[in-house]
């Protein structure tokens, strides 16, 4: 690993954690891998919208803080109404509606089933992809879409043909964040992450609050959850960690990857996540859970494949 110096005017990720591309794609995947974890135990406690809004403003007061923050706004002011709109509509579909979709579906589903169903996200994007002439048709690609969508369906109906809120809440977040994936490709060319990220946090938090204000719900977390020193080290975890630093680290694996190779993310994720749903929530699965698992996850490597080899050790 090649080490740097570090310049209190000048930030960048390589100084948390260094030049190695795959550092930032396994530092993504362990974040990510722990979300719906961390915060199913939450739910019972603060309504998923107002979590979703406190997880990111956490997230932007530690980009905030990080050195060189007069570098980055400079850059901000610099920007055009374009990239603004563009940052704004990256807020939208991920601040406020990917997010607050999966944090829906882990209060109505087991953290798992979110997790797994939310990382089919590579079958959205390569649809995406597909439809504005980014990635190339094969039968390699269309193989593995039909295999992931009959995954989605096999955990779907893990217990009969019963279509419940929390799994169709991933899909939607699965969705939406595959759309914000292949945009952010084109966004991040020109800007640099935690740039990226603190102007789509600002948007997609606003929009948030406009949101929680017309739907009666509350914008602070309970005193239940502000007396437990366990719900309050979650949500910092959820802030700082996965809202903050996970973002960049996404961002750098978009940037040094393609949109479809970053999906490799998610492919890997439910893995990690139901390791640890098993172990701190105790969940079981059902065997068909375990089928479309491995369906989603064959379909998402088939789609992806190609791509693997950019992926540098």
Same mark, same amino acid.
């Given at each position: 690993?090649?080490?740097?110096? =570090?310049?209190?005017?000048?930030?960048?990720?390589?100084?948390?954690?260094?030049?190695?591309?795959?550092?930032?794609?396994?530092?993504?995947?362990?974040?990510?891998?722990?979300?719906?974890?961390?915060?199913?135990?939450?739910?019972?406690?603060?309504?998923?919208?107002?979590?979703?809004?406190?997880?990111?403003?956490?997230?932007?007061?530690?980009?905030?803080?990080?050195?060189?923050?007069?570098?980055?706004?400079? %850059?901000?002011? &610099?920007?055009?109404?374009?990239?603004?709109?563009?940052?704004?509509?990256?807020?939208?579909?991920?601040?406020? $509606?990917?997010?607050?979709?999966?944090?829906?579906?882990?209060?109505?589903?087991?953290?798992?089933?979110?997790?797994?169903?939310?990382?089919?996200?590579?079958?959205?994007?390569?649809?995406?992809?597909?439809? #504005?002439?980014? %990635?190339?048709?094969?039968?390699?690609?269309?193989?593995?879409?039909?295999?992931?969508?009959?995954? !989605?369906? @096999? !955990?779907?109906? %893990?217990?009969?043909?019963?279509?419940?809120?929390?799994?169709?809440?991933?899909?939607?977040?699965?969705?939406?964040?595959?759309?914000?994936?292949?945009?952010?490709?084109?966004?991040?060319?020109? !800007?640099?992450?935690?740039? =990226?990220?603190?102007?789509?946090?600002?948007?997609?938090?606003?929009?948030?609050?406009?949101?929680?204000?017309?739907?009666?719900?509350?914008?602070?977390?309970?005193?239940?959850?502000?007396? &437990?020193?366990?719900?309050?080290?979650? =949500? @910092?975890?959820?802030?700082?960690?996965?809202?903050?630093?996970?973002?960049?680290?996404? $961002?750098?694996?978009?940037?040094?990857?393609?949109? #479809?190779?970053?999906?490799? =993310?998610?492919?890997?994720?439910?893995?990690?996540?139901?390791?640890?749903?098993?172990?701190?929530?105790? %969940?079981? $699965?059902?065997?068909?859970?375990?089928?479309?698992?491995?369906?989603?996850?064959?379909?998402?490597?088939?789609?992806?494949? &190609?791509?693997?080899?950019?992926?540098?050790?």
């Amino acid at each position: 690993m090649k080490f740097v110096s =570090i310049d209190r005017n000048q930030y960048s990720t390589h100084q948390i954690i260094g030049e190695n591309n795959l550092l930032y794609f396994i530092a993504t995947l362990l974040i990510f891998g722990s979300m719906e974890v961390v915060s199913k135990p939450l739910m019972g406690v603060v309504d998923p919208f107002t979590l979703t809004l406190w997880r990111f403003v956490l997230g932007l007061i530690f980009l905030m803080l990080v050195p060189g923050t007069f570098k980055r706004v400079k %850059e901000i002011r &610099s920007l055009s109404l374009k990239s603004y709109s563009s940052l704004a509509l990256l807020g939208f579909l991920n601040v406020f $509606f990917s997010m607050s979709m999966l944090q829906l579906a882990v209060k109505y589903s087991s953290a798992a089933t979110a997790a797994t169903i939310f990382c089919s996200n590579p079958i959205f994007v390569f649809l995406l992809a597909l439809s #504005v002439g980014t %990635e190339k048709f094969s039968k390699r690609k269309v193989a593995g879409l039909i295999l992931g969508v009959v995954g !989605i369906f @096999l !955990i779907m109906n %893990e217990k009969g043909i019963v279509y419940k809120s929390g799994m169709m809440f991933a899909v939607l977040g699965a969705l939406s964040f595959s759309v914000y994936t292949v945009l952010s490709k084109k966004v991040v060319a020109g !800007i640099t992450p935690v740039t =990226i990220n603190i102007v789509s946090f600002g948007f997609g938090i606003m929009i948030n609050v406009v949101f929680i204000g017309l739907t009666g719900r509350e914008f602070l977390p309970s005193t239940e959850i502000l007396s &437990s020193t366990t719900h309050l080290l979650a =949500i @910092l975890y959820l802030g700082v960690v996965v809202s903050g630093l996970g973002y960049i680290t996404f $961002f750098n694996t978009i940037k040094k990857y393609t949109a #479809v190779s970053a999906s490799l =993310i998610f492919m890997l994720k439910p893995v990690a996540a139901i390791i640890l749903a098993f172990l701190f929530l105790k %969940e079981d $699965f059902p065997e068909i859970f375990f089928f479309g698992f491995i369906f989603i996850t064959g379909g998402s490597f088939l789609i992806i494949s &190609s791509k693997l080899k950019k992926i540098k050790v």
